[in-house]
């Protein structure tokens, strides 16, 4: 099996649903990294291995990070917005007439994509905030969510 075919299978794969988790997916690497770049500027004995990078790359590196510090607050604005809009347009499906179309099933793909710009732009918002300590955003986001879940389970009283 050859590369190329598996790179058709998988893009065949993708719909609309999964877009904008993929676009989150990158952007959640990305700025990792840029965390880790920025871990080890920080850290004395690294600082020859970053000086090893190309400066071609550092400078691209900040002009992907100035268009993200221009565009992202767009993506919380449009996530507001869009998910305004899907809960109306999800709303489309119990009009008597329209409701019988198979497009209104898919109406409700602005909630979707309203909650991933919204997630989108908290993801890079807490990096600006964040800064070096962005690192520890996901584990700390984990043990909090796992708290919580013992914290129930411990305090929830299951009936019949």
Not at 137 to 150: A, M, N, R, S
Request: with cysteine.
């Amino acid at each position: 099996m050859d590369i190329s075919s598996i790179v058709t299978n998988q893009l065949k794969q993708l719909n609309l649903y999964l877009i904008p988790s993929y676009l989150w997916l990158f952007l959640l690497y990305y700025l990792i990294i840029n965390s880790l770049i920025t871990f080890f500027e920080y850290m004395g004995d690294f600082g020859p291995i970053i000086k090893k990078i190309p400066k071609e790359l550092l400078s691209y590196n900040n002009i992907i990070m100035r268009y993200l510090d221009m565009w992202v607050p767009l993506f919380g604005f449009f996530g507001l917005v869009i998910f305004i809009a899907g809960v109306i347009v999800a709303l489309i499906q119990f009009l008597p007439y329209i409701g019988n179309y198979k497009m209104t099933i898919h109406g409700a793909y602005g909630i979707s994509l309203g909650i991933w710009f919204i997630i989108i732009w908290a993801t890079y918002k807490s990096y600006v905030f964040l800064d070096l300590w962005f690192l520890l955003l996901l584990p700390g986001i984990i043990c909090i969510v796992e708290g919580v879940k013992k914290l129930r389970d411990r305090h929830y009283f299951k009936y019949g």
